[in-house]
């Protein structure tokens, strides 16, 4: 029987690979969100995973893991899922998250404008800026297109504009 992260996860339970070096936690958690179709979150990626020596991972293993690759760059959290994707970017800290409210897809685009903005009205209120998080939530392109997605008035979901 298949376990919900199983879904997420093209991998099969554990990678073997030529080399005889047994792969690293790090290494696992990277490989399974390269491959992942979707955000997962570390429980998911737990789930993915399977020990070297039998034995079952822990979580904070996972989340020592995802910190290391927060740090180089390799993977961003998705703060309002609570979920982790892997990113290519030059600058992470300019990426803006496109996540589709139907299908849970999440994609993001480098920004240099709007980050440039940011910094720049941040710096007018004395603000130092020291992790930046953009995530957007709509409708990726397939959902859009596809009859079966409800039609939701996005006005209605904003909040009203302040009275200045």
Not at 137 to 142: N, V, Y
């Given at each position: 029987m298949e376990t919900s992260s199983r879904r997420f996860c093209s991998l099969p339970s554990r990678q073997c690979g030529s080399s005889d070096r047994t792969p690293s936690v790090r290494d696992d958690v990277l490989t399974v969100l390269t491959n992942a179709r979707l955000p997962l979150s570390a429980y998911d990626i737990l789930r993915c995973i399977d020990s070297p020596d039998g034995r079952t991972l822990a979580p904070p293993t996972i989340y020592r893991a995802l910190s290391k690759l927060m740090a180089e760059g390799l993977v961003a959290r998705l703060e309002s899922r609570n979920a982790?994707?892997?990113i290519r970017a030059k600058n992470p800290s300019r990426l803006v998250f496109c996540i589709c409210e139907q299908c849970g897809i999440a994609q993001s685009v480098e920004n240099e404008a709007s980050s440039r903005l940011i910094d720049k009205n941040a710096d007018s209120l004395?603000?130092?800026v020291r992790r930046r998080i953009i995530e957007l939530?709509?409708?990726?392109?397939?959902c859009q297109s596809c009859p079966a997605t409800?039609?939701?008035s996005t006005t209605q979901s904003l909040p009203p504009q302040a009275i200045k």
């Open positions: 982790f994707v892997h004395g603000f130092q939530q709509g409708l990726c392109s397939d409800p039609v939701r």
